[in-house]
């Protein structure tokens, strides 16, 4: 089973790959288009952008942008509607805006799109997404971004209950509305409990799936989705907030689906094969685990061979046969003009053996005539014409060595010389 889903996930990072580019904008726009849309409906003051065109404009613009200009158009969007309102409060909302994003920038300057995707996530009805996926892929200071992202959300929600009391006139009248907003937003004992359950539900997750132990991001999972329930509930009861208790738990058992998606996409170990070891210095002891990583399908998988000088003798390849075999055409051709020479050499080396043989019957035949010191001298030329000859015979054929052959014709060059090896017997007997 893992194996399995270890080969479609291997495919599918392949297939990622493959198309990453369409992906990648087919995710912002789709992306962009919530989030627009979020914005829109926790506002929607200004008729001409709350419109489903400017908003499929805006989110196919974004799709071929970086990131930080899908948050800078969701401002722009938001302030825009604030604007249509009230422009004091447009003023308001920017400055605290800019005082979130300088305290957290200095932090998390990677995470600004999470100020307007808390928010999103409070509309959807799913904000327990967000602590618990930002766990098993952040870090505890991602608690400043929820922080203000959740400040966020109930302030836009507070200027949506109460958008019909900042159509006033005058200065003393609208200071005092915007003072009303922010004590009201300040103690807001809901906003306050969601505060205090995600940045403990954040921590939690981030905490155990860091945690030396088996299925540790299923546990971190299961466990921030518990302690959030926990800790709503109980806040619920203590600080009087109405709670939908059903609500709260589809959006955690959701946010559960959400963080085994997410161990299946970026976390998948076999812990089946664990191995711990230990180490052990002049200082310290080190207790180290090891946890493979869960391997494809046999297709995908690639096997590295580690080769030593030992192995790589005993693994050497045989050396083909065909070589030889490609030859025997040329060998045979060698071998017809070897024999025509060696033939050739031999009847011209049995012509002159036979005079001489001739002349030294007859000179055996007057060398009786003339005594035995006669025949000494004879008996001595002959033993030398003999040695002439044979050294011309051997000056005929020397016994040249072979040079050392490359490794690819020592094959064909091995039969050569053991060819001319064997001639050269045939020759010696025939002389």
Not at 179 to 194: A, H, I, K, P, S
Request: hydrophobic share 40%; proline share 4%.
């Amino acid at each position: 089973m893992n194996t399995t889903m270890a080969g479609a996930k291997g495919k599918l990072g392949k297939w990622y790959v493959s198309y990453s580019k369409i992906i990648d904008r087919v995710a912002r726009f789709v992306f962009a288009l919530v989030l627009f849309a979020g914005i829109n409906s926790l506002t929607g003051y200004m008729k001409r952008l709350d419109n489903a065109t400017v908003v499929l404009v805006l989110a196919i613009v974004a799709a071929f942008l970086p990131t930080p200009f899908l948050t800078l158009f969701g401002f722009m969007l938001l302030l825009a509607h604030l604007s249509a309102l009230s422009l004091p409060l447009m003023g308001v909302v920017a400055a605290l805006f800019l005082i979130m994003y300088a305290f957290y920038f200095h932090f998390t300057p990677r995470h600004t799109i999470m100020l307007l995707l808390v928010p999103v996530a409070f509309w959807l009805r799913i904000p327990a997404v967000i602590p618990i996926a930002y766990g098993l892929l952040g870090a505890p200071i991602l608690a400043y971004p929820i922080t203000f992202g959740c400040i966020s959300y109930y302030l836009l929600s507070y200027i949506h209950q109460h958008a019909k009391t900042f159509d006033v006139k005058g200065v003393t009248s609208i200071v005092g509305k915007l003072t009303t907003m922010l004590r009201d937003l300040l103690t807001n004992r809901e906003m306050w409990l969601y505060i205090f359950a995600f940045v403990i539900t954040l921590w939690v997750v981030s905490i155990l799936r860091r945690r030396n132990m088996n299925h540790a991001w299923k546990i971190a999972t299961i466990a921030g989705a518990l302690t959030d329930i926990l800790l709503l509930s109980i806040g619920a009861a203590v600080l009087d907030v109405k709670l939908n208790i059903g609500t709260v738990l589809l959006a955690h058992l959701l946010a559960v689906v959400v963080g085994f998606v997410l161990e299946y996409l970026f976390f998948g170990v076999d812990y089946r094969h664990k191995e711990s070891m230990t180490f052990e210095d002049d200082d310290y002891v080190y207790y180290v685990s090891a946890v493979p990583k869960i391997k494809g399908s046999e297709d995908d998988q690639k096997e590295v061979k580690r080769l030593t000088h030992e192995s790589a003798v005993e693994e050497k390849p045989a050396k083909p046969q065909n070589k030889t075999n490609d030859k025997p055409a040329k060998n045979s051709g060698k071998q017809k003009s070897a024999k025509k020479k060696s033939s050739g050499k031999s009847n011209d080396s049995g012509k002159p053996n036979n005079n001489n043989k001739s002349k030294n019957n007859g000179k055996s035949k007057n060398s009786n005539k003339s005594g035995n010191k006669g025949s000494g001298q004879k008996s001595s030329k002959q033993r030398q014409s003999g040695d002439k000859a044979a050294s011309s015979n051997n000056r005929k054929k020397p016994q040249s060595q072979p040079k050392k052959p490359n490794q690819k014709w020592q094959d064909g060059m091995t039969d050569e010389l053991l060819m001319t090896q064997s001639l050269r017997r045939d020759l010696e007997k025939e002389l």
